[in-house]
């Protein structure tokens, strides 16, 4: 929940189960990692038709999970539409104070921050730019100054979720620049986070890749460098979330995106292969290590590094850039490509989450 008071922080508490926080959030919660979203809508649906939710946080954790589903599904303005049957996030309609006798010690918002992620990134969903970068802006100040409020009351757990939640909304407003190929403003994200301490690997890598595409090959090796020595000195805060396998391989993955840019295929293909070996379901080490063998013009093993990932992590490898190109990587190696790409198509079609682009195998 959003706005802990100093007393019962929500966002720490212990709870023995999922189901102890709303009406069988448990299933709820392994439906959506299962990728079943369609089931989630029936299950809102259901528990709505029936009255089970008795409580208005329950309404509000429900809510959150059928935008969920109508976003992955692509069903960007029914998600939209739902968003907006709150009307304003900060009515008092949704404070815990406003009901004593159900929370009796608890107060300010019970949104979901998740409603909050998804309302700022809808309108790129829908075409409007403009407006989900003023909506990713305002929840940017707005996570911020809970920072600044949990500090206050010295919730140093509290502000870790919340600076946890800075660092990712920056990650998706520096995604987005990019895109856009406005690489001064993420620059300027990125050091202005830098300089504040946030010493996350993850970004510092971001930084690097920002540095190769406006051509300062020698800031990038630097950046890269940086994270070498994160990772040595094990000095990486809070706000990662990396593990010390996910680290490694964001090292070596770095490294090989330097050989990438000199062409040096051969050593590339080789720190990608150390990530492979520390983790198989590595999906952006995967599906680079068959890209640099086929500029190697080895196709042949390249489509075999892509379909024993798909054969081994299915849940993982299943990602539509890896089925793109290799689907790519088909059309140039048989003649008869349609017809793989067609059993391709019907694997996955048994085998994927509901929100899966199965339009990716072009047949």
């Known amino acids: 929940m959003d706005e802990p008071s100093p007393t019962v922080d929500p966002?720490?508490?212990?709870?023995?189960?999922?189901?102890?926080?709303?009406?069988?959030?448990?299933?709820l919660q392994d439906l959506a990692m299962r990728g079943s979203w369609r089931s989630i809508l029936d299950k809102v649906s259901g528990a709505r038709s029936l009255d089970l939710l008795t409580k208005p946080h329950d309404h509000l954790i429900y809510l959150s999970y059928n935008v969920l589903a109508l976003t992955k599904l692509r069903r960007f303005s029914d998600a939209s539409?739902?968003?907006?049957?709150?009307?304003?996030?900060?009515?008092?309609h949704y404070k815990y104070e406003t009901y004593p006798k159900l929370y009796h010690t608890r107060s300010g918002s019970m949104v979901p921050f998740s409603l909050r992620f998804i309302n700022a990134q809808l309108p790129f969903k829908l075409g409007n730019r403009q407006e989900g970068l003023d909506r990713f802006y305002l929840l940017l100040n707005f996570i911020r100054q809970k920072i600044k409020d949990k500090g206050i009351h010295s919730l140093q757990e509290s502000v870790k979720i919340w600076r946890k939640r800075e660092v990712f909304v920056l990650h998706c407003l520096i995604g987005n620049h990019l895109g856009a190929k406005e690489f001064n403003v993420c620059l300027d994200l990125i050091r202005d986070l830098i300089n504040h301490d946030y010493l996350d690997p993850v970004l510092v890598s971001k930084l690097g890749y920002i540095q190769m595409q406006i051509g300062d090959f020698e800031g990038a090796k630097g950046s890269f460098h940086r994270v070498e020595t994160m990772l040595n000195e094990r000095k990486n805060d809070d706000s990662?979330?990396?593990?010390?396998?996910?680290?490694?391989?964001?090292?070596?993955?770095?490294?090989?995106?330097?050989?990438?840019?000199?062409?040096?295929?051969?050593?590339?293909?080789?720190?990608?292969?150390?990530?492979?070996?520390?983790?198989?379901?590595?999906?952006?080490?995967?599906?680079?290590?068959?890209?640099?063998?086929?500029?190697?013009?080895?196709?042949?093993?390249?489509?075999?590094?892509?379909?024993n990932s798909l054969e081994r992590v299915p849940t993982v490898a299943l990602n539509e850039t890896l089925?793109?190109?290799?689907?790519?990587?088909?059309?140039?190696?048989?003649?008869?490509?349609?017809?793989?790409?067609?059993?391709?198509?019907?694997?996955?079609?048994?085998?994927?989450?509901?929100?899966?682009?199965a339009s990716c195998t072009r047949v």
């Open 323 to 357: 089925v793109v190109n290799l689907c790519s990587m088909y059309e140039l190696a048989y003649v008869n490509h349609s017809e793989i790409k067609r059993t391709l198509s019907n694997w996955i079609a048994r085998v994927a989450p509901d929100d899966f682009d």
């Open 81 to 92: 539409n739902e968003l907006d049957s709150l009307h304003d996030f900060n009515s008092h």
């Open 240 to 307: 990662s979330a990396l593990s010390e396998v996910e680290f490694r391989n964001l090292v070596n993955r770095n490294k090989a995106l330097v050989f990438l840019v000199g062409k040096d295929y051969v050593s590339a293909v080789r720190e990608y292969e150390e990530c492979m070996e520390r983790d198989p379901a590595d999906v952006v080490a995967v599906n680079n290590k068959a890209l640099c063998l086929m500029y190697l013009r080895d196709l042949s093993d390249s489509i075999k590094v892509l379909e």
């Open 11 to 27: 966002l720490t508490n212990q709870f023995g189960s999922l189901n102890d926080l709303s009406h069988e959030l448990a299933s």
